[in-house]
């Protein structure tokens, strides 16, 4: 079975041929409609003739020069003046080979610009504690990329985290109440996606 590439000659063809005999068939079928002025060859009818008798006054330079004569409203000037409308709308056509090395270039253009967006990932696990930030909420993202490049790797997104509540050894004291300040909740990253 040929590919699409190797089936473009003859398809072209074929339009070319079809479109061809649509032309002929148009140009035969309204050749009668329109007829064709007769050109002047300088023949003139018996009434326009001139009598040789009478002088023919002289031109005055005052007048002006007679009009040109109207154009031809003929069917091939129309099918003519069609033509040469219809050159400037329509696109020019490329080669077939031009046509695949366009598509190459495109197809190209767009692998690259996918491997741009989708970078090889790895995941990664282990325990990375989550540093506290300015507001006290534990900042999970510099755990995440502090986990990633200890195994080599330059950025990470956390995908697990775990919490753990720390307190100090006061609290383990028997006998002695628990207040507020004596533990506090660590959280942790234990997987991420490194990049």
Same mark, same amino acid.
């Given at each position: ?10 398809r ?16 035969l ?53 069609l ?15 031009? &046509?695949?090395? !366009?598509?190459?270039?495109?197809? =190209?253009?767009?692998? *690259? %610009?996918? +491997?741009?967006? /989708? ?18 909420a534990?900042?999970?993202? &510099?755990?995440a !990329?502090?986990?990633?490049?200890? =195994?080599?790797?330059? *950025? %990470?997104? +956390?995908?697990? /985290? ?9 609290v ?20 991420a996606?490194?990049?």
């Amino acid at each position: 079975m040929l590919d699409s590439t190797g089936n473009f000659p003859a398809r072209f063809r074929t339009r070319v041929a079809t479109a061809g005999a649509v032309f002929s068939i148009c140009v035969l079928a309204t050749s009668a409609a329109w007829p064709q002025a007769a050109p002047s060859l300088g023949i003139q009818s018996p009434a326009q003739q001139s009598i040789p008798d009478r002088p023919q006054p002289a031109p005055q330079q005052n007048e002006p020069a007679p009009p040109s004569p109207p154009e031809n409203p003929g069917l091939i000037n129309e099918l003519g003046k069609l033509w040469d409308k219809s050159k400037s709308m329509l696109p020019t056509i490329k080669s077939p080979q031009e &046509a695949i090395e !366009d598509l190459n270039a495109r197809t =190209k253009d767009a692998g *690259e %610009g996918l +491997s741009r967006l /989708t970078k090889p990932s790895l995941m990664v696990t282990g325990r990375m504690a989550c540093p506290v930030s300015s507001n006290g909420a534990p900042d999970c993202k &510099a755990a995440a !990329d502090k986990l990633c490049q200890s =195994k080599g790797h330059t *950025e %990470g997104k +956390s995908l697990d /985290t775990d919490a753990a509540e720390k307190c100090s050894a006061k609290v383990y004291l028997p006998g002695r109440k628990r207040e507020p300040g004596d533990c506090r909740t660590e959280n942790y990253v234990t997987r991420a996606l490194c990049q």
